[in-house]
């Protein structure tokens, strides 16, 4: 698929998205997580759309940082606000939001931290976008569009005053999670 | 002597002392820290950043709270945690500080916490480690306790927010505290508006003007209208030197009792770095009461504890990168 260049085709995804949540989940209450900080965006947005009630409780965010696997090469990251999950996980279906998926390292970091707050009975991990570039052998369950990138070419949700917008970087920049 | 504190990209990589570290350094610890609290209430208390790291406690001097802070700080951050207890008498049987140190290295040790009571003896150990091991002092002799003064400035970060508006009253020994000697550069590092010492003229230090801080020797003055009491532990033994007539003689004049801690504001917070001695520098009835934070600030040593363990063996990736 060509990238999703504009506002309109984003919301057009993000309905999408909201839609399939609404086939799998309308009677499940389940628990709303985004990860720093684009997957959380991404989780505004598909609150608005979904609105409220949908979920059993406030959105939940996740600060992967201290789950990275590579401190020792990397060091400590910038400061983002901490991980904050106002609610009980146990027994609850989670659906897990990120902007971007590529490597699969951070949906590994990310779950390891969510069962350090419990023991969910589901996670579903839900992106706008699937990129290759695969390394582990994790996958979304939901997902916005799947495109094909070059090594090296990395893509970025960015948000500004009249909403998100997907950046395209050429090679060159540091590999990241 | 302290440029040794950071790598050559401005990351902290043992941490000796508060003197010679920039604003923006004390901030990043306590906002780190902050982000750190929330784990403890967590159901798994730990997240997996320092796993596969070894720490190293040497304490040659006794400690319960800072090395059981320490302690758990490592193991909330998954790291390896040994613990040595050594009394100087046992290692003057033979192996010399350097020897102790050098096979602990060989063991591959990242990091060492260090309390020693000789001033300099963190300093003179972080000069003879390894490149990849970091140094952190727990307490040495009257020089330094580093972790200790951020955690008190977290403390009243919490409670105060903006430091430029504070007053604040550190009372008792400044002579010989090492915890004063960091809390005072701490403060004033921090743009604190006004420091204050009380205490006697025996136990405050000579230079204390040069420090940019005011004098006080009476209670009622010095207390006026401060927003933090920070009251200090009389080491006793001080009374042997004849520093002071007595202890009942201290507490009557600077004992923090009810009476006296009117004289600060009334939403002022009273510190101690503890242990306590009730009825010494403070009344029991000051120590429980509303306005003390003390326990609050050992539940803070865990969380800047494990922020500065994060930042200096994170820096370690410094040195990674200079062999990349």
Request: charged share 20%.
């Amino acid at each position: 698929m060509t990238m999703p260049s504009t506002q309109a085709e984003l919301q057009t995804l993000l309905e999408n998205m909201a839609n399939m949540l609404r086939e799998q989940f309308s009677d499940k209450k389940p628990l709303l997580v985004g990860i720093h900080t684009g997957g959380v965006w991404v989780a505004r947005a598909l609150l608005e759309i979904l609105g409220e009630d949908f979920f059993a409780a406030p959105l939940g965010t996740l600060n992967i940082a201290y789950y990275r696997d590579d401190f020792t090469r990397i060091g400590m990251h910038p400061q983002v606000s901490p991980s904050d999950l106002p609610f009980d996980v146990d027994n609850r279906h989670l659906i897990l939001v990120d902007d971007v998926f590529y490597s699969g390292r951070t949906t590994r970091a990310a779950l390891n931290e969510i069962f350090d707050y419990g023991r969910p009975a589901t996670v579903t991990l839900m992106v706008l976008i699937e990129r290759n570039g695969r390394e582990l052998p994790i996958r979304p369950d939901i997902v916005g569009a799947t495109v094909q990138l070059e090594k090296g070419q990395q893509l970025k949700l960015r948000k500004s005053a009249d909403g998100l917008h997907l950046e395209l970087r050429e090679a060159g920049a540091v590999h990241a999670q | 002597m302290h440029s040794n504190q950071l790598t050559e990209q401005g990351h902290l990589r043992h941490f000796l002392t508060i003197e010679g570290l920039k604003r923006p350094l004390l901030t990043e610890i306590m906002d780190r820290a902050e982000q750190f609290s929330g784990i403890g209430h967590r159901q798994v208390k730990k997240v997996p950043l320092l796993r596969g790291k070894t720490i190293v406690n040497l304490f040659f001097e006794n400690s319960t709270r800072t090395r059981s802070t320490f302690e758990l700080a490592a193991k909330r951050l998954s790291a390896d945690v040994m613990n040595f207890n050594i009394n100087t008498s046992a290692t003057s049987k033979g192996e010399s500080l350097l020897d102790t140190l050098h096979n602990l290295e060989a063991m591959h040790t990242d990091m060492f916490v260090v309390r020693h009571n000789q001033s300099g003896a963190a300093e003179f150990i972080a000069q003879h480690v390894a490149p990849y091991v970091s140094v952190i002092n727990a307490g040495d002799g009257c020089h330094a306790h580093p972790t200790q003064a951020m955690l008190d400035m977290f403390t009243i970060r919490r409670h105060k927010q903006h430091f430029a508006d504070l007053r604040v009253a550190i009372v008792g020994d400044i002579l010989h505290s090492r915890v004063a000697r960091s809390q005072i550069q701490a403060l004033s590092t921090l743009g604190v508006g006004e420091i204050r010492v009380i205490g006697p003229q025996t136990l405050l230090p000579r230079d204390c003007h040069t420090m940019g801080v005011h004098v006080y020797h009476d209670m009622a003055e010095g207390l006026e209208g401060v927003d933090v009491v920070i009251t200090l532990r009389l080491q006793l033994e001080r009374m042997q030197g004849a520093l002071l007539p007595s202890a009942r003689e201290y507490y009557r004049c600077f004992g923090l009792t009810p009476e006296k801690l009117r004289y600060a504001k009334p939403d002022a917070i009273v510190m101690h770095p503890g242990p306590i001695n009730r009825g010494v520098e403070i009344a029991s009835s000051v120590a429980d009461g509303p306005q003390s934070v003390i326990l609050e600030q050992v539940t803070h040593g865990i969380a800047i504890r494990m922020a500065v363990m994060s930042m200096a063996l994170g820096s370690q990736s410094d040195f990674y990168e200079a062999e990349a």
